[in-house]
């Protein structure tokens, strides 16, 4: 019940970034209105090494609706491995996503996000009566801020810190979340 409210907030949040791009008065398409000019692709690459081993590779492709607003969807594909005393566990966790950006001024934007992701249940959950299934799905809506560094006219190094509103027991990370990407013009 929770986590439907928490839905229904991102997407309101979406919607209303999403006017507010609309309504700029002097806000014009990005680069001449042509479809290909407006889209972009890029991603996260995290890595994480020790005790706890984590590599993610989450690609992502969008589409510039006005210099200020922009939404796309991802891949996430994540390798986990824990070593807890002599035991090891590896898993791949894997899903996508759904976002939305604002850009509040030149370089620093607002960031809602949906994640869905798919988690081994021998790994991620505690209570094995919770789940009876070998993997199990749980969504994460993710909000928060960041900061581009353009690399060019149309490419950019981002930094983002988001809050997961749905931080449990199965998620595989936690508050806050740091993440450093890229995005390159098509």
Known sequence: MKSKRIIRLIIIISIFI???????ENE????????????????????????????????????????????????????YSSKIYNTVFKTSIYGGSIFTRFYIIDNVFL???????SLETAVFDPY?????????????????????QMIGDMSSFNIMILYNFNETIYTPYSNPIIRVGVNLGI
């Open 28 to 79: 014009q398409p990005v680069n001449n209105g042509k479809f290909g000019n407006r889209l972009f692709t890029g991603g996260n690459l995290g890595l994480q090494f020790g005790t706890e081993t984590m590599i993610d590779v989450s690609p992502i492709i969008g589409y510039k609706f006005t210099k200020r607003f922009a939404a796309g969807i991802g891949i996430v594909y994540q390798y």
């Open 111 to 117: 960031h809602a996000e949906y994640e869905a992701l």
């Open 18 to 24: 999403s006017n507010s791009g609309f309504s700029q």
């Open 128 to 148: 094995p009566s919770v789940h009876h299934q070998k993997r199990f799905w749980i969504g994460n809506p993710l909000a928060g801020g960041g900061y581009r």
